[in-house]
């Protein structure tokens, strides 16, 4: 028995296979729309768990990774670090750039007990081992603000110690070999190191000293030392000047007195030579006229006696002078017939 044909009007099937193809169509766009929104959702979580489990490491910074509020490492070298999403662990940043910080005027004591205002200043760094950073981030909770403030107060500090060390003249003075403010530095430098590097992980770079001054007090009683300094070298000097003078006249007059007493002993020598040549000559002469000799040595004695205004009252028959009688006797016996000279004088 045949079953009964149902005829469809004429265009249904048409509609029907249409229906079937647009059925079709519609289910491929949802699945190709589910795959988009799956992938972009995949890469939306891919790179938020990328930002959550790593972390980029600059230059002249460390990072810090704490685990639960404790830190597990450091990473000091620049690149990418790997780490857990928090809140299991987190990273920290800490700055390991040159930072200065310059503390006010201090009133110290100096080893001569008089007072100096100082402020110095200091360039301080967090050190690079990772066991100093950690003690950084326990002293000052990576505050660098906070950190600059316990350092002003340590410096302040550590110029009472290292200033009571040195007299004011090695740090205020006109003469540039008695200046100590190198050495001042070097020492505070090295006070501040042995302390701030053990307890805050931070390196000291340098320290100097930014400005120097006197109090009122002071200055008056380093203007009257130094007065008294300068008289008691001018006192030094002029004394010193005194001695060298009485050296050298006490060196003079030993000279003279030599000079002298030698020229004496040279002439006493030459005298004496002259007396002995003398004496020679006198016996040389009376050995040959007795007479003659008598005459000469009378003249010598009345020349030595007698000057120009000399007057004297004495026998003339009396030596020396019976000379003079007998010179006027000889003269008188001359002949008058002896021939006058041509200028009018007598032989």
């Known amino acids: 028995m045949n079953a009964p044909v149902t005829r469809l009007p004429p265009g249904a099937d048409e509609a029907h296979v249409s229906h079937l193809s647009g059925t079709g169509t519609e289910k491929k766009k949802t699945l190709s729309g589910l795959i988009i929104r799956f992938s972009i959702a995949g890469l939306v979580f891919c790179a938020a768990l990328s930002a959550a489990t790593s972390f980029t490491v600059e230059t002249g910074k460390a990072v810090v990774v704490t685990r639960f509020g404790a830190p597990v490492r450091v990473r000091t070298e620049p690149g990418l670090l790997w ?8 990273g920290q940043v800490v700055d390991l750039q040159t930072r200065t910080t310059s503390g006010g005027l201090q009133d110290v004591g100096t080893r001569d007990g008089l007072r100096v205002l100082i402020q110095a200043y200091l360039a301080w760094s967090v050190s690079s081992d990772p066991e100093h950073i950690r003690h950084f981030l326990r002293a000052t909770g990576n505050e660098p603000d906070e950190a600059a403030r316990q350092l002003r107060s340590l410096l302040g500090s550590m110029l009472q ?8 003249r090695n740090l205020v003075n006109t ?7 190198a050495e001042f530095e070097t020492k505070l430098l090295n006070a501040l190191q042995a302390q701030v590097e053990a307890i805050y992980g931070i390196h000291i770079d340098q320290v100097g000293i930014e400005r120097l001054s006197l109090p009122a007090e002071t200055l008056s009683a380093t203007v009257a030392r130094m007065r008294a300094e300068r008289e008691t070298v001018a006192a030094a000097r002029t004394a010193e000047g005194l001695r060298r003078a009485a050296a050298v006249k006490s060196d003079a007059e030993r000279d003279a007195r030599i000079i002298v007493a030698q020229a004496k002993a040279e002439a006493a020598t030459t ?10 000559i006198y016996a040389e002469s009376y050995a040959r006229n007795p007479d003659l000799y008598t005459t000469l040595r009378t003249l010598d004695t009345l020349n030595s006696l007698v000057g120009r205004n000399t007057r004297l009252v004495m026998r003339t028959d009396a030596p020396p002078f019976n000379a003079l009688t007998g010179l006027q006797n000889a003269t008188q016996s001359i002949p008058a017939s002896l021939p006058t000279p041509a200028n009018g004088s007598r032989p």
């Open 175 to 181: 003469d540039p070999h008695e200046v100590r403010i």
């Open 161 to 168: 110690i290292v200033a009571s060390d040195f007299p004011l």
């Open 83 to 90: 780490k857990l999403p928090a809140p299991l662990e987190t």
């Open 271 to 280: 005298e004496a030579r002259a007396r002995a040549d003398a004496a020679r």
